[in-house]
């Protein structure tokens, strides 16, 4: 929500008539002098929208801010033209609401374009929200990299790496909309308030590092006929691609990475396919190779990938991982009930290569349990046993 600056307001008194933190406000106005306020610039409100109300008979300012429980000045800053001692019957004015309600929606299939219109929407909302594209799938979809925040310590979150496991997408994006919707109402989340943690943590979440892939498994082979009739061949002839784990070249993305990459090779599929197919070298595919760009970039404290499924948290590699790994994971065990294991036969993850360069705490979390891609009616339960795991992971 904008509203025009007049002279001698302050972002402090914003704060004060909005009931906002003032540095969700500063957050959201990155190219404004908050020491040098100039009157008519537009500054941006977060987690308001507003609407429109026709005056009736006996109203006045006051009594409307009352009805909705907004400070009065609220009220005039969006109708700077208003005299509220000459009120007309009929006369449409704009009101401020406060945003107490999820925009995203989870519970349903959560392709590409759902995401997009979601951060859009959120963005909208919570302007101190950032999205910069970590950069392109083969289709040339812009995979979001969102972040949050302006603390010192820089917490990641991914999700569906591998495509039939879209339904990470969603939950990673319902905490998201909670995470700024209690920041802005500051409601808590399980008794926890948010606002210290948006000042000591950065949190990089990308949402979807598979677009391709995922769209494929929603929405049915692209109509581009040359990858059309790839697809199709490499799935066994079938068109139904809820089996499908790769990027949309047959490459299993969650096989990419140059941490034990040529045992996966040697003993894993050699041709493009469904799942389980690393490429011809790591690092050869656009979204993996994005990944490792920002994690590079980021110099993440830990890492946390969204797979599914099996209840279980995967927390070590090779023995590389520091001694906080195992007093991080018996946490997330202890709020979520998934099972801790340290290691498994499996090489080139993302997690794997993260600990093994940084031998830092990275983890690969399996929602859920059940055949992949897991129902929608597992929504809420997978959410709630993952609420506890991204709360942790950004206060501890």
Known sequence: MDVFIRSGDSIWYYSQVFKLPLQLIVDSNPNLNAQGLLPQQKIKIP???????????????????QRINMHMDAIL?????????????????VLPIRVTWRVVNGKQDYDYHTMISDIEKLQMIY??????????????????????????????????????????????????NDYLLSLTTNHSIRGLYTLPLYLQTNLSIVPMVNPDGVDLVLNGPPSNEAVRTNVIEWNNGSTDFSGWKANIN????????????EIERERNRK???????????????????AMAKLTREMDFARVLAFHTQGQEIYWGFQGLEPPESEQLVNEFARVSGYKAVQTIDS????????????????????LGRGTNPLPLGQFDEIYEEALGIFLVAIYS
């Open 77 to 93: 800053l969006l109708n700077p033209t208003l005299n509220p001692n000459q009120l007309q019957i009929g006369q449409i004015i």
């Open 127 to 176: 302007p101190f929200l950032i999205n910069e594209s970590i950069g392109n799938s083969v289709m040339g979809n812009e995979i979001p990299g969102l972040l949050i925040g302006n603390g010192q310590k820089r917490v990641h979150f991914n999700a569906s790496f591998h495509a039939n496991e879209w339904i990470t997408t969603p939950i990673v994006m319902t905490f998201l």
């Open 47 to 65: 987690g308001y929208v507003t609407n429109q109300y026709t005056i009736q008979h006996g109203d006045s300012i006051w009594e409307i801010a």
């Open 347 to 366: 090489y080139a993850g993302y997690k794997d290569w993260f600990i093994q360069d940084w031998r830092r705490p990275g983890f690969t979390v399996e």
């Open 271 to 289: 041709t493009p396919g469904p799942r389980d197919y690393g490429g011809e070298s790591p690092l050869s595919q656009p979204e993996s190779i």
């Open 250 to 261: 047959g490459v299993d993305l969650n096989d990419q990475f140059p941490a034990g990459w």
